[in-house]
């Protein structure tokens, strides 16, 4: 690698090199540029290729001079820097790739937590109307088909009288389960309230068919 540079030391090193080249500078300004040339290698390799310039245009004009071949390696030197920049591209791809990846598996995680708990919420909460609704361990349990032109003000009102509460349904064929809303409201005659009551098309005990 290059020796870093000091300060202004270089511009001026650069500057006075003509100089000494053409043996125009004084003893001082030599003896200081070679000083500085043993410190800095960048120095050095800008005065020895200004001394083969000096040395190539003072050849007598018969001597062939191989233009390609300097040519070629003032390209060589162009290209040393290029020779690093694959390196960066490809730390940046594999970074830019790192991240894709991370964010590609944040979200199959979101997404997969996000259908588990929606299927969770399903399981415990959805019913279709054909499914048949689980026998109620309450004592007492009806199953009830109310008339579609039933009103919900006359149906609650008739499970408030007769203390009921709707404990599932509808099924597919509109019947609802009813449970008496405490131990001490079940009574014996509650069924056959329920058949006379107007807007009731049907009610059965649990066990029956509804």
């Not at 279709?128 to 009103?151: I, Y």
């Amino acid at each position: 690698m290059l020796a870093t540079y000091f300060g202004q030391d270089c511009p001026r090193a650069w500057e006075m090199m003509p100089w000494v080249l053409q043996n125009r500078a004084t003893k001082k300004q030599a003896d200081w540029l070679a000083s500085h040339l043993a410190q800095c290698e960048a120095c050095r390799t800008e005065f020895a290729q200004q001394q083969r310039l000096q040395q190539a245009m003072s050849l007598p004009s018969e001597v062939e001079v191989d233009a390609e071949a300097g040519l070629q390696r003032l390209l060589g030197r162009l290209d040393t820097p290029a020779a690093e920049e694959p390196k960066r591209t490809r730390a940046g791809g594999w970074l830019t790739r790192a991240l894709v990846a991370a964010i590609l598996i944040q979200a199959i995680g979101i997404g997969a937590l996000g259908l588990k708990m929606w299927s969770t919420d399903q399981t415990a909460s959805y019913r279709t109307l054909s499914q048949e609704e689980p026998a109620p361990a309450t004592s007492g349990t009806l199953r009830v088909v109310p008339d579609a032109s039933m009103t919900l003000g006359d149906w609650n009102a008739l499970l408030h009288s007769l203390q009921l509460q709707v404990v599932g349904g509808p099924n597919d064929v509109g019947a609802y389960t009813l449970a008496p809303v405490s131990a001490k409201s079940i009574k014996p005659n509650t069924l056959q309230q329920l058949r006379a009551a107007r807007g009731i098309r049907l009610a059965e005990p649990v066990t029956g068919a509804p």
